[in-house]
Every structure is written in C-alpha cells, then in structure tokens.
C-alpha cells in the first residue's frame, strides 16, 4: 500500500489565504471607495462567512491527511479494534454555524462488522448532519421566537444551513437530555440561612385540536368562528393547552428598602442612596410540562426541595403569580409533617390587582393618584335609589332660565 505523500500539500490553508487576499484587495479596490457603510457590512458579512468556512474546510482536511498517516503506520502493525481492512475517502456532510463543510476520513472495516470512523470520534461528530454549535444556535432562537423567525435568524447569520422541520427537529432533540442531566447534577451544600426558592408558573400552548384537554375540545366545538384579529375583554380561544413550569433555587438573602427597588414618584433617585443589589439565583433545577397535570409537576418540585434541605433546616419560600389553583397545590404540599413555607406573590402581579381595584376609585380621585401618593383615594359609594314616589322627571323647559331668581 502506497504512502500518502504529506508533502505534496505545501500548505494546507492554501485556498482560505487566497479568499483573505481576495476580501482585501476588494475592500483596498476603488469600487468599494465610494459604497455606504451597510453595503460595506453586508459585504464583510458574506465574504467573512465565506472565510470562516474555507478555514473550517482546510482544517478538516488537514486533520484527514494526518488521520490516513497515522493509521498506516498503526495498520502495518495488525488489525485495529478488530479491524484489518483501512478504506480512505468515505466522506460526510456537516452543516455548521459557518456553513455547510466536508468531512473526509477513513473507516476500519470487517466482513460482517459496523464500519469504524476514528475522526468521528475524534471530531466528536453528532449522528445527524448539523453541528453542535448549529444545534446550540437553533435552541437559543427557538426559545425567544417562532420557529419561522428561528429559521430567518439562523438563515441570516449562518447562511441557508437547515429549513424550519430540521430546526424543529434539532430543538426536540436538544430537550431529551434535560432529565439525564438534571439526575446527574448534585446541587452544592447550602448553610442554614440559604433561602430555598420555588416558583410555579403556567404558559398557555397553542395546541392542534385533537391535542386540547377534552373540556377545551368541547368548548372549542360550541365556539363560533368570528373573523377578527383581537378577541374581547374575557373571550377565549378555546386553542391553549396550560403547561405548568416549575423552577427551584437556592438564594442568599438580599435585604433592601423600598427606594431600593421603586423610585419616588415624580422625582429621580438619590445620588447619596445608590439602590442595593437584589437576590441572585444559584442552583437552578427547572422542569415545564404541557402533558402532566400540574400537582405532579408542582409534586416534582417540592421532591427536589426535599432533595436539597431533607430536615428543613432553610427557609422555604414559594414565589406564585396569584393563581388560586396553584397556591392551593402548593399549601397541599406544605401541610406535609415538618414543612413549612412562606408564599409571596410576585409584586408584577400585586399591582395588576391593585389596578383592578383602582376601578372603584372615582375618576377625580383617579387622576389625584396618578399624580403622586400623598392623597388617600376615597371609594365610591353607590347612590342610594330614590322611593317611586318622590321620582319625577323634568323636561328643559321646566328649568328656571339662567340668571332668573
């Protein structure tokens, strides 16, 4: 068997010098002297791309060259993991952040064995065609938007690398992990002081039919089509499905006063009184799902809280939006023997409340608030009906003129 000749490749990055001289001799030329700065950014955004991926591209081969070397020389000695035939050029695709690349390596064969890739395991290659860092890059956009603004952002950045059902895809992998991992990461001992935080939160899904709970179903049945774009004060879809999250956390206590988190009204802060930092969480364990019901979620997270503080040694702190569903599985869940927790509603939905109220406050009143505190709003009382006796009704011609006595 002929020896790969290494040095017929004098350098190996031959093609990503030759594209870095291409971008500068273009930015140098005259024609990119008179363009506007977004044409100019545009321009090092592609050709960068370009860039990036020919250095990818070049590496890997040089890596293939070095791989077919050394498994030469290891071959002369025997077979190799059971293997004694050596085949070069089997090839694969991978999509990357940088475009898509060529992967070339060699694989160790057998009659009647699984083909042996030593630079997939080396590369640490996934089994589908995209990369980890793509795959890292779909989840990151799938979680703040839509799968079709996930695949325009991927698309813009990366170049045309996966279509909308691979990004689905990539992100449905992506979360068949998450109960391994959390399995297997032990939270660090906290001290006695250490708030433990829990917290419960419900999404609403947009569902497909046959997906929605059967109440929704139903409901979803009787519901007439109205073609509008906004629904009414208390209407319903009829098209969610409520997924409970949950999240537990450890948290150093934080103390602060009331300018530390909420200016005055009216006025700036104080340059003398800077406002002191608030809790940060550590520890995170966080589970969500739309299939369970949510006392079994609520139940997993108080698991994990017992997990971390079995003698209840640490305070107990459950952090809830006002969900009177919710506060009651977590009070089932505390009347266990020995627990004990605190529930504090977050102050986004206290003021949502407090707004609801403020619509008993007459309008004159209203408008004093919006002003500033100091005034107390007085509540208005409903007018007293009149007997139907005493009730008249007069017309504008029985109304005494202006300025008569």
């Known amino acids: 068997m002929t020896r790969y000749d290494t040095g017929a490749i004098a350098d190996p990055f031959d093609e990503s010098r030759k594209s870095f001289e291409t971008l500068v001799a273009d930015l140098a030329g005259p024609a990119t002297a008179v363009i506007a700065h977004h044409d100019l950014e545009d321009l090092v955004h592609e050709r960068g791309r370009d860039l990036l991926r020919q250095l990818l591209q070049d590496h890997l081969e040089l890596r293939s060259v070095r791989e077919e070397v050394e498994l030469t020389d290891r071959r002369a000695g025997g077979p190799i993991c059971g293997r004694n035939r050596l085949e070069r050029g089997h090839v694969r695709q991978l999509a990357t952040v940088v475009g898509p690349v060529t992967v070339r390596r060699c694989a160790l064969r057998a009659p009647g064995e699984r083909n042996i890739y030593p630079a997939d395991a080396g ?152 406002p002191r930092s608030g809790p940060h969480a550590t520890n995170t364990w966080l589970t969500a799902s739309v299939d369970k019901d949510p006392a079994e979620v609520i139940a997993a997270a108080f698991a994990q809280a017992e997990a971390r503080d079995p003698t209840h040694a640490r305070p107990w702190i459950a952090v809830v939006d006002g969900d009177h569903h919710q506060i009651e599985l977590i009070s089932a869940e505390a009347a266990r023997p020995g627990a004990r927790i605190h529930i504090a509603l977050d102050i986004v939905h206290v003021i949502t409340r407090i707004s609801l109220a403020s619509r008993l406050v007459p309008p004159r009143s209203r408008r004093c608030g919006r002003r500033g505190l100091g005034r107390r709003p007085r509540l208005a009382r409903p007018r007293r009906p009149r007997p139907p006796g005493r009730r008249h009704h007069r017309s504008r011609h029985d109304r005494p003129a202006t300025g008569s006595s």
Do not use: N
């Not at 839509?146 to 979360?175: F, H, M, N």
């Not at 609403?204 to 049945?221: F, K, N, Q, S």
């Open 123 to 274: 590369l640490s290659l996934p089994s589908g065609r995209h990369s980890h860092g793509l795959r890292r890059q779909a989840v990151l956009e799938a979680t703040r938007s839509s799968y079709d603004t996930t695949r325009s952002a991927i698309s813009r950045w990366c170049g045309p690398v996966a279509g909308k059902r691979q990004l689905e895809g990539l992100v449905a992998a992506a979360a068949v992990d998450i109960d391994a991992f959390y399995s297997a990461k032990v939270p660090a001992p906290a001290a006695a002081d250490t708030l433990l935080v829990l917290s419960a939160d419900g999404k609403g899904i947009v569902m497909r039919p046959e997906a929605l709970r059967e109440a929704t179903r139903r409901a979803a049945e009787r519901a007439t089509g109205v073609f509008r774009t906004r629904l009414a004060s208390g209407e319903k879809p009829h098209r969610k499905r409520m997924a409970t999250l949950a999240a537990v956390y450890d948290a150093e206590p934080a103390p602060r006063r009331p300018h530390d988190m909420i200016a005055v009204p009216g006025g700036p802060r104080r340059g003398d009184r800077p």
